[in-house]
T-cell receptor
Framework: DVKVTQSSRYLVKRTGEKVFLECVQD?????MFWYRQDPGLGLRLIYFSYDVKMKEKGDIPEGYSVSREKKERFSLILESASTNQTSMYLC???????????FGPGTRLTVT | GDSVTQMEGPVTLSEEAFLTINCTYT??????LFWYVQYPGEGLQLLLKATKADDKGSNKGFEATYRKETTSFHLEKGSVQVSDSAVYFC?????????????FGQGTTLQVKP
């Protein structure tokens, strides 16, 4: 079975802190994604990566950056956390362009 | 741009009732269509998928048919159980080079009462 793991299930940070969310997949997938999930808005794509060191902006990249130094690991970085970034963050991976994506359990981030 | 619209929830049903969750989409080209389910406190799991027109995806008693003429992918189950209580997301996948991007509907919460 594909396994996507995220470093924390719950995280509480203060405004202005730099925050790192880590995601690891074990299926040698080329593509990895970061979404945020908010009530009534569904999932929105923040960034994705189709290869090591490659990244593309999704629909809501402002305030975020990403890093993919190894194929299995995709990090989401909040350079200076703000309260409007309080959300559930979901990581996903897929092996091919039209394949289904496999999701991690999510990190619920609260910024105070 | 591409988009997915789901019926608003919450949907509350009694056990063994028939379930329909409507999903329509707007897309250029020929997207793949998916239903994902999210149980409380968990990430999303793929429930079923269809990759071309008239395909029927099915899993765990759930079904959905890719209807190109009506741009729909409605989710159905003949007899729901309490354990089906979850949030259901319809999504389409558009390919951009080698990478597919998922576009989600806003999700529909299903609550099944005993």
């Amino acid at each position: 079975d594909v396994k996507v793991t995220q470093s924390s299930r719950y995280l509480v940070k203060r405004t202005g802190e730099k925050v790192f969310l880590e995601c690891v997949q074990d299926m040698d997938h080329e593509n990895m994604f970061w979404y945020r999930q908010d009530p009534g808005l569904g999932l929105r794509l923040i960034y994705f990566s189709y290869d090591v060191k490659m990244k593309e902006k999704g629909d809501i990249p402002e305030g975020y950056s990403v890093s993919r130094e190894k194929k299995e690991r995709f990090s989401l970085i909040l350079e200076s956390a703000s309260t409007n970034q309080t959300s559930m963050y979901l990581c996903a991976s897929s092996g091919d362009g039209r394949d289904e994506q496999y999701f991690g359990p999510g990190t619920r981030l609260t910024v105070t | 741009g591409d988009s997915v619209t789901q019926m608003e929830g919450p949907v509350t049903l009694s056990e063994e009732a028939f379930l329909t969750i409507n999903c329509t989409y707007t897309a250029t080209g020929y997207p793949s269509l998916f239903w994902y389910v999210q149980y409380p406190g968990e990430g999303l799991q793929l429930l079923l998928k269809a990759t071309k027109a008239d395909d029927k995806g099915s899993n765990k008693g759930f079904e959905a048919t890719y209807r190109k003429e009506t741009t729909s992918f409605h989710l159905e189950k003949g007899s729901v159980q309490v354990s089906d209580s979850a949030v259901y997301f319809c999504a389409l996948c558009t390919s951009s080079g080698n990478t597919g991007k998922l576009i989600f509907g806003q999700g529909t919460t299903l609550q099944v009462k005993p």
